[in-house]
């Protein structure tokens, strides 16, 4: 605490770790003596810098930019990064270090890490956005590369953004580097289904879930919270999978539409017009918005929270289990607290963490390394299917490695086990480094 002063979302995600870390321990001895867990909560680097830009009016604005390499133990660092006001310190390593694990889940060859800055895209024009987003890259692009740093989007950077660092890191460095950044177009190395990956990923996720159950999301009523890229997809994929999505919300409120959310005009409001949620009731008679009050009252067999940390809290999660609430998956990173997920858990509510559920994000970004690598472009189906087995299989792995360290059914032990003994194995492999 006194090395990382103030920095309470990390503490969070750290304790949220450790937490169900006892049995391996207690199995690992050399874990210890290894001085693992000090050395893991310890970021490789952290970078801080300044990002200045001048904006419509002409004038000098400056934010501040951060990347956080956090764990290269498995593979080159891999996170997005985050433009939006409340970022810090804090929020970049609670979601670095939750990355590190959520790598390590998916199999596949990558390491941790998460940047970003502290600039509020809302209400900024397109030259200011792409003025800002050339700056940040004019400092970030000598700390990244296909082989040490692969940063990706998050919330506020989406394919426009992702376009606008990578314009910028080719001019500077004068190399086509496709494997640099990850969510590009597809048209200049970006990978299909990338954009669905993440909504489409936790839907299938939360099915996995329901099927331990013998039921499916077929039929079923959904909350969603956000309006933003996992949000949009989770809401799609899971109406394409029979489910009743019922709400949708940005950080002004939610709406509530009894039909189903009605995905054209969500898609139409808040990707093509970037307005406010609160004009989808506006455009749709079944639909209405509610401004104050929580988006868990609404009854529903699954909730998907997909917008922002600490969204769902233990009031939220007593008034969910109180109506019936049979699965709980996260879309976004870290959306409950401490208490919602006690509650659950208690419950027995299925509950799905991030790091696994919203694990499809970084997986199809991680196809969309080995497609730069090999210079390829496969199809959406191909991909799709791959991000189904992706899904699958850190589905299975939560619930094996859950069974093997003696929680049965504990998605949150069983997602933090296996990820942790994947980086940790492979920090010892590597020596004291
Ligand atoms: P977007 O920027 O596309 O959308 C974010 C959505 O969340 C918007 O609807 C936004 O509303 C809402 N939101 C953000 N902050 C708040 C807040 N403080 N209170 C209420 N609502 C808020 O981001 P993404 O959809 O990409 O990311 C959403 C979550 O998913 C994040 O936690 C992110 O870390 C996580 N995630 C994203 C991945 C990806 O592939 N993009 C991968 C894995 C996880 P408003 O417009 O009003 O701000």
């Not at 933003?228 to 899971?238: L, P, R």
């Not at 017009?273 to 509610?290: K, L, M, P, T, W």
């Not at 419950?347 to 080995?370: C, H, R, Y």
Request: contains cysteine; hydrophobic residues 40%; aromatic residues 8%.
């Amino acid at each position: 605490v006194r090395r990382n002063p103030g920095e309470t979302e990390f503490f969070q995600a750290v304790d949220e770790i450790f937490a169900t870390l006892d049995p391996v321990m207690e199995r690992h001895p050399e874990y210890v003596e290894h001085g693992i867990l000090r050395r893991m909560v310890e970021p490789e680097r952290q970078i801080i810098f300044r990002v200045p830009w001048v904006d419509d009016k002409g004038v000098v604005k400056i934010n501040r930019g951060f990347r956080v390499e956090f764990n290269s133990a498995l593979g080159p660092y891999k996170g997005g990064i985050r433009f939006h006001p409340s970022v810090y310190l804090g929020i970049m390593k609670f979601l670095g270090f939750e990355q590190i694990f959520k790598n390590a889940l998916t199999g596949m060859p990558i390491g941790g890490a998460k940047g970003g800055a502290d600039f509020n895209p809302a209400g900024r024009s397109e030259g200011e956005i792409m003025r800002f987003c050339q700056s940040f890259m004019t400092e970030l692009y000598r700390h990244i590369g296909e082989h040490t740093d692969v940063p990706a989007g998050d919330i506020g950077v989406g394919t426009r953004e992702i376009g606008f660092m990578f314009g910028q890191y080719r001019r500077i460095t004068n190399r086509f580097e496709a494997g640099v950044l990850t969510g590009k177009g597809v048209s200049w190395g970006g990978s299909l289904v990338r954009p669905e990956a993440t909504g489409h990923g936790t839907v299938m996720f939360v099915n996995q879930m329901l099927k331990t159950k013998n039921t499916s999301l077929d039929g079923a009523t959904v909350a969603v919270s956000g309006s933003g890229n996992v949000a949009i997809n989770a809401i799609d994929y899971a109406q394409t999978l029979g489910a009743t999505v019922l709400t949708a919300s940005d950080s002004s409120g939610y709406v509530i539409d009894e039909h189903g959310i009605d995905i054209e005009l969500l898609r139409q409001i808040k990707s093509v017009e970037r307005g406010r949620i609160s004009e989808y009731a506006n455009r749709r008679d079944c639909a209405h918005f509610v401004a104050d009050g929580s988006i868990w009252d609404v009854p529903v067999d699954v909730a998907l929270p997909c917008a922002t940390q600490n969204e769902l809290t233990g009031d939220d999660a007593a008034t969910l289990v109180k109506n019936g609430v049979k699965a709980v998956a996260e879309g976004a990173n870290m959306p409950s607290t401490h208490s919602a997920i006690t509650t659950f858990r208690e419950a027995g509510v299925l509950f799905g963490p991030g790091k696994a559920a919203n694990a499809g994000g970084v997986a199809t970004s991680a196809l969309e390394m080995q497609q730069n690598a090999s210079r390829d472009t496969w199809s959406f189906d191909y991909t799709h299917s791959r991000l189904e087995e992706t899904m699958e299989e850190i589905h299975d792995r939560c619930i094996a490695t859950a069974e093997d360290f003696g929680y049965p059914g504990d998605y949150v032990t069983g997602a933090n086990i296996a990820g942790f003994l994947k980086v940790a194995d492979a920090m010892i492999a590597q020596g004291i480094v």
